[in-house]
Structures are given as C-alpha cells and as structure tokens.
C-alpha cells in the first residue's frame, strides 16, 4: 500500500521558522493533490494549504504570506516552510495526498501520521 511520513516538526520561539517534509511511499502509480491541515487544541481540522499536480497553490488566509507549500514530483514529496510563526500556529500538522495505486483506477485518499508543531510566546 502507501504510506506518507512526515517530518520536521517541534519546538521553536515565536517568530522562527520550519520545514515540514511529507514523503510517499508505497506502490505509487501517480500523486494528484496534496495539503496540509492542522488540528490545534480544542478546535477542528482545518486546511492549511494545498497545491495541486499542476503547483496551484492555495492558503488559509491566516498563513498567507508566511507558509509556503511546495513539491517534488521526483520524490514524491510535498514541503511546508512555515515563516513567522505565531503561538496560534501551534497544533499537529498532517499531510494529506491523493495517491494513484499502481493497478489501481482511482485515486485513494491518505493521510499521514501527524507532526506537533509547538510555538512558544
């Protein structure tokens, strides 16, 4: 099957920078989309950003501006580099792909594992 894992998260003062990694692996014919959500405590999962296999790009308003998403089609991989960061930041990230599975006709929704990111003020 597949599998996204991703990495990078921690701890970091108000106002620093991380980079979160999401990789695939598995028997993976195609990946379409590709996001980040988070969950911070006592709230809902919530879209952070997203971009499609064509690199359009979108953003909840509130990191526009400091978060970018990117992707490495060549190793299956999709970043965030979160700039800025603010103690509200703080929640666990999960990455979220729409995998082709070879043999497969239709794309299968996976998630990973989750990621804490911790800003402190």
């Known amino acids: 099957q597949v599998q996204l894992v991703e990495s990078g998260g921690g701890l970091v003062q108000a106002g620093g920078s991380l980079r979160l990694s999401c990789a695939a692996s598995?028997?993976?014919?195609?990946?379409?989309?590709m996001g980040w959500y988070r969950r911070a405590p006592g709230k809902q999962r919530e879209l952070v950003a997203g971009?499609?296999?064509?690199?359009?790009?979108n953003y909840v308003d509130s990191v526009k501006g400091r978060f970018t998403i990117s992707r490495d089609n060549a190793k299956n991989t999709v970043y965030l580099q979160m700039n800025s960061l603010k103690p509200e930041d703080t929640a666990v990230y999960y990455c979220?792909?729409?995998?082709?599975?070879?043999?497969?006709?239709?794309?299968?929704?996976?998630w990973g594992q989750g990621t804490l990111v911790t800003v402190s003020s």
């Open positions: 979220k792909a729409e995998v082709l599975i070879s043999g497969e006709y239709r794309f299968l929704e996976v």
């Open positions: 598995g028997s993976i014919f195609r990946i379409g989309n």
């Open positions: 971009i499609t296999s064509g690199d359009i790009t």
